[in-house]
């Protein structure tokens, strides 16, 4: 792990979304938790080390987000949305065998544990010193919170900044998206941690406001141009560089990450459908 503010922890080697770890006097608050099996339980090892878990914060249901939950102690805190789409996971996905052929036999009685506090607009924990503001600021999913730390000047954003491209959009809200990045640059962080990816400054929100703002003219401009729905599905496509193989693994399935790419693209298709001239 990095230390990337006082006591404030990054973990990227876990396969999935990045983990942070914000040690206090009066134990620790994990946000978001590892992917595969075997990094779960190394990852546990090592919190331990640091302190006591008092909360594990999920900035939303995505499987790469949750899964590892099951091996951390500490109450479980979401917003409530995310406990709803939690309810119908009810078993692990079957491509996830192929990042951790050897820690499935770790899963032996696993389920995802629901957050046990939730939230609608705002939560505040004041833990051991520290003020942790969670934030409901929907885009990336409707559910997606954003963790924020004011003494520190760190934002945690969730997948609505990811370093190196955009996530997919197939749970998104595209506009929602936009007004939330705005809103994350208000907070005044100095260092934003994205969802995948290093960390870095609000330069990286421009980015991705970017990097969206450019798939969304790509597809506006096909379908001005007479494309129909099918044929700009078909086409267009974004760079994806967290679906791929990472340090030697196998990836997810090929035809997965299409599948995303067309619903991802369909997404952005139908909400301009339904806003013209947005």
Do not use: K
């Amino acid at each position: 792990m990095q230390e990337i503010a006082p006591d404030v922890f990054l973990e990227l080697r876990n396969r999935g979304c990045n983990n942070v770890v914000i040690r206090t006097a009066d134990g620790l608050v994990v946000v978001d938790s590892a992917m595969r099996p075997s990094d779960a339980v190394a990852w546990r090892r090592q919190l331990d080390e640091l302190g006591e878990t008092r909360y594990v914060v999920h900035t939303d249901h995505h499987p790469d987000h949750v899964i590892g939950n099951w091996w951390l102690s500490g109450t479980v805190v979401a917003h409530a949305g995310t406990r709803e789409r939690l309810r119908d996971f009810t078993s692990p996905p079957a491509w996830l065998e192929r990042f951790d052929p050897d820690g499935i036999a770790l899963m032996r009685g696993w389920h995802v544990r629901l957050p046990e506090i939730t939230f609608d607009e705002r939560l505040t924990l004041h833990v051991g010193g520290v003020t942790v503001e969670l934030i409901h600021m929907p885009g990336h999913t409707l559910n997606t919170a954003v963790v924020h730390l004011p003494e520190h000047g760190v934002t945690i954003t969730g997948d609505h900044v990811c370093n190196g491209g955009l996530p997919g959009l197939h749970d998104s809200s595209i506009a929602a998206t936009l007004a939330t990045l705005d809103a994350i640059q208000a907070l005044g962080a100095q260092v934003i941690v994205p969802g995948h990816g290093d960390v870095g400054d609000a330069a990286l929100i421009a980015r991705t406001r970017a990097e969206l703002t450019a798939l969304v003219d790509a597809v506006r401009t096909a379908t001005a141009a007479g494309e129909s729905r099918d044929e700009i599905v078909g086409r267009i496509r974004f760079e994806d560089n967290f679906h791929g193989s990472v340090d030697g693994d196998a990836g997810y399935p090929p035809e997965m990450v299409e599948e995303w790419q067309r619903l991802s693209i369909g997404t952005v298709y139908d909400q301009l459908a339904a806003a013209p001239g947005s």
